[in-house]
């Protein structure tokens, strides 16, 4: 399979810069699976197409603000640092800039030296490790100095970072949004457990690695990134629930969705689990558990394009894709979402 076979043209107009000012007021596409027929609608409208004993399973990982402009010691040359992994000690695995000027013995400092860093080693795929000292809880000076690591197609500064959380984010550790879940407010949730729908959460901590373009020719080539994530408890009942009593289980964006399919048993029987993941879905994947996605618009021959794609269909997505560019819908991560149902 070619990763050619997942492009399509989308001009850049057509990349949201910035958040709508009513998060469910996104448009919302839907897409049949079974007949190809889309519809358009406003997120807003999501619980009129749920029914009463469907789950919805959403991801509650919070993004950290975790780029840090600072200056090089000595001299005072400007750096940047992009936290990704937690590797304890204090240390991090990091991208940072200038890379030439950041190998390991380079010092940094931050926020007028309330933070400091040094280079202390380097991890096989070029990025730093990089430890920090401070006074205090790191990650109230990561709030105080931290700037959001937005998509690099993002190129318009964000007024306000909880714009890029959703409402109900709850566990620190992304170093990108779960953009699906930023439609919802509090109020559609409220809608939505209203109609005997039932809400569960999982935890899947975003990496950079799901902006990484795939450069094989073939899709089976790509090297899939891994990220950490968590089904508790009450989640793995409430979906198995769901399934024995008939009801739909419905994942807000690719990352619940690779939660659950990552430990589901071939049965679609859920267990609470914690674990790395780097489960790579294309078309040809089976799907255990997932009756459902909400999901935003992805980037050409992205690995997100694929999993769409073994959800309802290569084809039938690319043309509700190129629908979208005509009817000039919002892409990306400040976009517009559609349902797959």
Request: proline share 6%.
């Amino acid at each position: 399979m070619k990763t050619s076979d997942f492009y399509y043209d989308l001009p850049p107009e057509l990349i949201a810069q910035t958040p709508i000012q009513r998060r469910d007021s996104s448009r919302l596409m839907m897409l049949n699976r079974e007949t190809g027929k889309v519809a358009h609608q406003h997120f807003y409208d999501l619980p009129e197409f749920l029914r009463s004993g469907d789950c919805l399973i959403l991801n509650d990982s919070r993004v950290l603000p975790a780029r840090l402009l600072g200056q090089r010691l000595p001299g005072g040359g400007t750096c940047e640092v992009l936290l990704l992994t937690d590797r304890g000690e204090n240390i991090w695995e990091c991208l940072v800039r200038p890379g030439r000027k950041l190998r390991p013995g380079a010092r940094m400092t931050f926020g007028n030296g309330e933070l400091s860093a040094e280079v202390v080693g380097e991890a096989n795929d070029g990025n730093r490790l990089v430890q920090f000292r401070y006074e205090g809880i790191f990650l109230e000076v990561l709030d105080r100095l931290g700037k959001m690591p937005l998509p690099p197609y993002i190129k318009e500064e964000l007024l306000d970072r909880e714009r890029y959380q959703t409402v109900y984010s709850k566990v620190l550790g992304s170093a990108a949004a779960p953009t699906a879940g930023l439609h919802f407010t509090p109020e559609l949730l409220d809608t939505i457990a209203a109609k005997g729908i039932g809400i569960g959460y999982v935890t899947l901590h975003v990496g950079l690695g799901t902006f990484r373009p795939v450069k094989e020719e073939t899709v089976e080539g790509h090297a899939m990134h891994s990220e950490f994530c968590t089904i508790p408890p009450e989640t793995a009942a409430l979906i198995n629930r769901t399934k024995t009593a008939g009801g739909r289980c419905i994942c807000v964006g690719t990352t619940s969705c690779r939660t659950l399919e990552s430990w589901a048993g071939e049965d679609g029987h859920m267990e609470p689990k914690s674990g790395w993941t780097n489960i790579y879905i294309y078309p040809g994947y089976r799907f255990k558990v997932m009756d459902g996605l909400i999901t935003n618009f992805h980037l050409p021959e992205s690995t997100l394009v694929m999993l769409v794609s073994a959800f309802a269909g290569r084809e039938q997505v690319l043309a509700a894709y190129r629908e979208a560019v005509a009817e000039r819908y919002r892409f990306f991560s400040f976009g517009d979402a559609m349902f797959l149902y």
